[in-house]
């Protein structure tokens, strides 16, 4: 099975008509170097928003950055290390000169695949700090831009997982960030006044460079092939049978800042093939 990460063609993108849709309007994307974060701010850029990526690897943001602005986007990429609260802040602070900043998605994340007795408490801090504090301190810095705005109005989305709905094994800490991503959007909306919505989108594996990653660690540990980990482990709960592309993932948040889901508050979108709902 072909795992590579996708190219993206404008075709593949979800165009909405909203009249939030525009280039006065910042959507910030963390995660923005690779994969899914790559895909939406492709996708937010294509969409007429102006969007700022944001990630540690700077020579991949900037790809990133030139793939948007080769479709006709306006795409700002910075440069920030997630875990430490003074680039964040610095972050926001220049996309906030940009426009009124409006969205949200909080996506970068890393993986660690070992058994709780064994998960060396250092990772289990990173993964804490970057996957689940950082997406609040974004929140936490945005939201007031949101409010103080004339319709007070902005959409929060993050990346979730199935793991924010069942736990599989050797991922203990990835499967309690992806939970408390969900309890954030739900927190998030219920102070929102349904002016500001959250939500989170969960996923089965995606056609990734971190999915890609997990194979060879899986297959180590379960004592099985390559082959196998992607057949019987990651696929073999779902009902259709390939990873979904970033790209298929990216257009679930549009359409979640659309005016088109302005009923999106709180909630899941589970795009996960039948994993967790069908046995």
């Known amino acids: 099975m072909d795992i590579r990460e996708p190219k ?12 939030r849709f525009h280039p006065d309007h910042v959507c910030i994307v963390t995660g923005a170097g690779t994969g899914i974060g790559r895909a939406t701010a492709i996708a937010a850029a294509a969409n007429n928003l102006m969007t700022v990526g944001i990630d ?47 969205f949200l998605v909080n996506i970068a994340g890393i993986q660690h695949i070992d058994s709780l007795p064994n998960f060396p408490m250092e990772k289990y801090d990173q993964m804490q700090r970057l996957m689940l504090r950082a997406p609040f301190f974004l929140s936490k810095l945005v939201i007031p831009h949101m409010r103080k ?29 992806k939970f408390g991503l969900r309890a ?19 996923t089965g594996f995606v056609k990734t460079t971190l ?29 259709i049978k ?17 005016r088109f889901a302005r009923f999106l508050i709180g909630g899941d979108l589970l795009f996960d093939g039948g994993v967790v709902l069908t046995y």
């Open 184 to 202: 954030l959007a739900q927190s998030i909306s219920a102070e929102g006044e349904g002016n500001i919505r959250a939500f989170t989108i969960s």
């Open 242 to 258: 390939e990873m979904m592309s970033p790209i298929e993932v990216a257009n679930l948040f549009l359409f979640g800042f659309s």
């Open 56 to 102: 540690i690897n700077e020579t991949e943001g900037k790809r990133t950055q030139k793939m948007a602005r080769e479709m006709g986007g306006q795409m700002i990429f910075i440069r920030a290390d997630l875990t430490d609260d003074d680039q964040t802040e610095h972050a926001v602070s220049e996309a906030a000169k940009l426009g009124a900043v409006k």
């Open 149 to 177: 705005r004339k319709d007070g109005c902005g959409v929060i989305g993050n990346m979730a997982s199935i793991h924010a709905h069942i736990c599989t094994v050797n991922k203990p800490v990835y499967n309690i960030v």
């Open 8 to 19: 993206i063609s404008r075709d593949e993108i979800l165009l909405l008509p909203d009249d």
């Open 211 to 239: 999915a890609l990653n997990q194979i060879p660690t899986q297959a180590a540990q379960r004592g099985i092939t390559e082959e196998e980990v992607v057949r019987d482990v990651m696929m073999g709960k779902s009902r």
